[in-house]
């Protein structure tokens, strides 16, 4: 059982120590440290539920429930200590500077969102779709949305903070010329009504496949194919919107 110290000290944290607290604690528990379940659900609990680690949570804090599935899953992602030291220094890096340095999320920060920005998410998600799969899928649904919004915000087009990524693209789509229904031709009209159906595919497989919600128990895991499939689709739409609307433009 949690002792009320421990309690304590976890509770009275700042946020960049409650960050480099679980840091430092997965890091003894993947090198052989002591393994103590309590501290870790607890330490867990504290992190995932601070609104202002969302953006930089690694998928695998919110899979791995128990110090027995975080244990599984880190001794089998990498068999040396220097490789797990190492893996969980660079997934803390991004928090942990924002924490200490800028006090701003990245996704406030002014990034150059260009093709080089596409590449490298696309790339991100990719490198996780054999040990991770679903946050790949859920990497994958983050860039269309990040790109869609991008584009409807350079125009000064307004929209709703929950809409859904299907009604997201179709406002896209219709100030890009390229919905369905702008164009007479049927072969256009195929193709873009195919884009559309992408874009929603990828959205409803993240709902189901994704990481971003508590999963049941007979709910499907994502296999490599899933995530590939759905990284490519999304990296391939991402470029050809943002190159649409700089065209454009």
């Known amino acids: 059982m949690l002792s009320s110290e421990d309690k304590q000290e976890i509770d009275t944290l700042s946020d960049f120590e409650l960050a480099d607290y679980t ?20 330490t867990r609990y504290k992190f995932l539920s601070n609104n202002t680690f969302t953006s930089y949570v690694p998928s695998w804090i919110k899979t ?14 990498y068999p040396s200590y220097a490789e797990r030291r190492e893996f969980i220094k660079n997934e803390f890096s991004d928090l942990l500077n924002y924490l200490e340095f800028s006090q701003s999320s990245p996704i406030e920060q002014t990034i150059v969102f260009n093709e080089s920005h596409i590449h490298q998410q696309w790339e991100k998600a990719l490198s996780r779709k054999v040990n991770d799969p679903e946050g790949a899928i859920t990497i994958a649904r983050t860039l269309i949305e990040s790109t869609l919004k991008f584009i409807l915000d350079e125009k000064h087009i307004e929209y709703r903070n929950n809409i859904d990524l299907s009604e997201l693209y179709k406002e896209v789509a219709k100030s890009l010329n390229l919905a369905p229904e702008q164009h007479q031709e049927q072969i256009f009209k195929q193709i873009l009504g195919g884009a559309n159906g992408i874009i929603s595919g990828i959205g409803s497989l993240r709902n189901k496949l994704g990481d971003s919600h508590g999963s049941s ?16 689709m999304s990296g391939s739409m991402a470029i050809f919107l943002l190159k649409t609307f700089k065209e454009q433009s």
């Open 217 to 232: 128990k007979t709910n499907i895991k994502p296999q490599e194919r899933h995530s590939e499939l759905a990284v490519n």
């Open 23 to 42: 840091k430092n604690m997965l890091s003894e528990m993947a090198t052989d440290g002591a393994q103590d379940n309590d501290i870790y659900v607890y």
């Open 64 to 77: 791995n429930r128990t110090v027995k599935e975080y244990w599984g899953f880190i001794k089998i992602k």
